[in-house]
């Protein structure tokens, strides 16, 4: 049971039955952790997606981060627009698994936007600053984020390829850098091992899991983090979660599943038979291929069962 105290969660007693709304990450990744198995951070875009990834984890009594890109941010209208969702998502479809919604990728101006619309957790990525500044940024953020019981994700070491025109080349971090974040309290670390977001190339040499070794040895009990979790395949998941990654990433998978079942139902005609044409006839199939995706990964991750 995932206690009130000290993670940030709110329960409503409506009745008998307890409802739960968003809590920070902190307590599912040390579990996560402990247990040697990952929880997904599913990224939404749409009412569609958000939903498709809650009553999934509801179904598979799966603990779940909603990860929201700051693009994804402004198409959804806004972060307090997203928690307005969510919260009221929870609550309407009956949520019980533990919700974090988390920024992903924020950049300092966003980490703030996001702690004052009501995430209940942040990725702030300094990565792509000097190490001192990265660690001057990560600690103003992390007293912040400890006053409001939010959790905070930092990163060491640039992930490949591009999310919101943020490119990397897929480098792996410094390991005594990675003990300098982690040392300064941030609640999860993600660190650079070889990986990328979107599609991998059909030359990607794999992840580095001599580094990923190394960060492990050096940051301790701390909850790592694998971004780019698209396309990586299931052996390497296992053995980079074996070697400490608690939290892994996922969206361009969920994405690709739900274009090609959106396609497949328009190349059909279906749209033209009857009310096809109805947009939730149409996204219909799409919310069903997401929902398979996260079941994949949920099993995949190890993280069933595990609310």
Same mark, same amino acid.
């Given at each position: 049971?995932? &206690?009130?105290?000290?993670? #940030?969660?709110?329960?409503?007693?409506?009745?008998?039955?307890?409802?739960?709304?968003?809590?920070?990450?902190?307590?599912?990744?040390?579990?996560?952790?402990? #247990?040697?198995? @990952?929880?997904?951070?599913?990224?939404?875009?749409?009412?569609?997606?958000?939903?498709?990834?809650?009553?999934?984890?509801?179904?598979?009594?799966?603990?779940?981060?909603?990860?929201?890109?700051?693009?994804?941010?402004?198409?959804?209208?806004?972060?307090?627009?997203?928690?307005?969702?969510?919260?009221?998502?929870?609550? $309407? &479809? #009956?949520?019980?698994?533990?919700?974090?919604?988390?920024?992903?990728?924020?950049?300092?101006?966003?980490?703030?936007?996001?702690?004052?619309? $009501?995430?209940?957790?942040?990725?702030?990525?300094?990565?792509?600053?000097?190490?001192?500044?990265?660690?001057?940024?990560?600690?103003? &953020?992390?007293?912040?984020?400890?006053?409001?019981?939010?959790?905070?994700?930092?990163?060491?070491?640039?992930?490949?390829?591009?999310?919101?025109?943020?490119?990397?080349?897929?480098?792996? @971090?410094?390991?005594?850098?990675?003990?300098?974040?982690?040392?300064?309290?941030?609640?999860?670390?993600? @660190?650079?091992?070889?990986?990328?977001? #979107?599609?991998?190339?059909?030359?990607?040499?794999?992840?580095?899991?001599?580094?990923?070794?190394?960060?492990?040895?050096?940051?301790?009990?701390?909850?790592?983090?694998?971004?780019?979790?698209?396309?990586?395949?299931?052996?390497?998941?296992?053995?980079?979660?074996?070697? $400490?990654?608690?939290?892994?990433?996922?969206?361009?998978?969920?994405?690709?599943?739900?274009?090609? @079942?959106?396609?497949?139902?328009?190349?059909?005609?279906?749209?033209?038979?009857?009310?096809?044409?109805?947009?939730?006839?149409? &996204?219909?199939?799409?919310?069903?291929?997401?929902?398979?995706?996260?079941?994949?990964?949920?099993?995949?991750?190890?993280?069933?069962?595990?609310?």
């Amino acid at each position: 049971m995932y &206690l009130a105290e000290n993670v #940030g969660i709110k329960i409503k007693n409506n009745g008998d039955e307890l409802k739960m709304s968003l809590v920070n990450a902190k307590e599912m990744l040390t579990k996560a952790k402990e #247990g040697h198995y @990952a929880v997904g951070q599913f990224n939404i875009n749409n009412l569609e997606w958000t939903k498709a990834i809650l009553l999934t984890a509801q179904e598979l009594n799966s603990p779940v981060i909603l990860g929201v890109s700051e693009g994804a941010g402004k198409y959804m209208c806004g972060y307090k627009t997203i928690v307005g969702m969510v919260e009221g998502m929870i609550e $309407g &479809l #009956g949520i019980t698994v533990p919700v974090a919604l988390h920024l992903d990728h924020g950049s300092y101006d966003g980490a703030m936007a996001c702690i004052e619309a $009501g995430f209940s957790s942040i990725m702030f990525d300094g990565s792509h600053y000097p190490i001192e500044e990265n660690i001057a940024k990560t600690k103003e &953020l992390i007293a912040i984020c400890e006053e409001k019981g939010l959790s905070l994700e930092a990163e060491v070491g640039a992930i490949g390829g591009e999310e919101d025109g943020v490119v990397g080349t897929g480098e792996c @971090a410094d390991p005594e850098e990675c003990k300098m974040i982690a040392d300064l309290g941030v609640t999860m670390l993600a @660190a650079g091992i070889g990986n990328i977001h #979107g599609k991998y190339p059909e030359n990607w040499q794999g992840l580095s899991f001599d580094t990923l070794d190394a960060i492990q040895k050096l940051t301790g009990k701390m909850p790592l983090v694998l971004h780019g979790g698209t396309g990586i395949p299931a052996d390497m998941i296992k053995k980079a979660i074996d070697l $400490g990654v608690s939290k892994i990433n996922v969206n361009t998978e969920c994405q690709l599943a739900f274009s090609a @079942a959106v396609r497949k139902y328009i190349e059909e005609g279906k749209d033209l038979q009857g009310k096809g044409f109805d947009p939730r006839k149409v &996204l219909a199939p799409g919310v069903e291929a997401i929902k398979d995706t996260v079941k994949d990964k949920m099993t995949l991750f190890g993280s069933v069962g595990k609310a």
